[in-house]
């Protein structure tokens, strides 16, 4: 209850996910144990730490209600925010509409695609994209078994192979242009990167 009355307190860009994982056998026998586990994501690593505590004391406060004891573990490692290269994007965007392919640049159409990749920590080291490509037709929602099924089509197989060449024709304009590698250079000094959240 208490993790549901935040979601008015906290930022749009922010999930929080829990499933039980042991509930008791009986609906009318308090169970001895219970155990959950939780995603807990945000945008950014810097409001990702902010959420965690916040998150954390609204399990506490529920354990405490009913009298109970309560013990967590943060488990895995967080995933920092992407910090994207804007002229490696550029150039990846210009190859994938040269092989035919519709791009959406999410600076300028406003198409977000947001999701949790450990992508993020290495574009605070070195500049990166993490550029996505349609496999499945518009509409379909993924981690799904349609979704799945559109995975093994010709379709995605054509997908693979575009990302590819466009991928490799990115490297080809990286390593052929050395205003291109400056641009890209400026373009990740200028996004400071922060790594001190890895």
């Given at each position: 209850m208490a993790v549901?009355?935040?979601?008015?307190?906290?930022?749009?860009?922010?999930?929080?996910?829990?499933?039980?994982?042991?509930?008791?056998?009986?609906?009318?026998?308090?169970?001895?144990e219970a155990s959950?586990?939780?995603?807990?994501?945000?945008?950014?690593?810097?409001?990702?730490?902010?959420?965690?505590?916040?998150?954390?004391?609204?399990?506490?406060?529920?354990?405490?209600?009913?009298?109970c004891t309560s013990h967590h573990e943060w488990v895995g490692s967080p995933y920092a925010d992407m910090v994207t290269n804007e002229s490696?994007?550029?150039?990846?965007?210009?190859?994938?509409?040269?092989?035919?392919r519709e791009v959406r640049d999410p600076s300028q159409s406003?198409?977000?695609v947001v999701g949790s990749t450990d992508m993020g920590n290495i574009s605070h080291l070195?500049?990166?994209?993490?550029?996505?490509?349609a496999s499945a037709?518009?509409?379909?929602?993924?981690?799904?078994v349609a979704f799945a099924k559109h995975s093994i089509s010709p379709m995605a197989d054509l997908a693979v192979l575009d990302g590819a060449k466009?991928?490799?024709m990115t490297a080809i304009d990286y390593w052929t242009s050395e205003s291109h590698q400056q641009a890209v250079a400026d373009d990740f000094a200028r996004a400071n990167p922060n790594t001190e959240v890895l």
């Open positions: 549901g009355a935040h979601r008015q307190h906290i930022l749009p860009t922010e999930r929080v996910h829990g499933v039980f994982l042991k509930a008791g056998e009986k609906p009318n026998i308090v169970p001895r959950t586990e939780w995603y807990v994501r945000s945008d950014t690593i810097t409001t990702l730490n902010d959420l965690k505590p916040r998150v954390l004391s609204a399990l506490q406060s529920g354990a405490q209600a009913c009298g490696l994007s550029s150039s990846y965007l210009a190859n994938s509409a040269i092989l035919g406003g198409h977000r070195v500049p990166s994209i993490h550029p996505m490509i037709p518009t509409g379909s929602s993924i981690h799904t466009a991928m490799a």
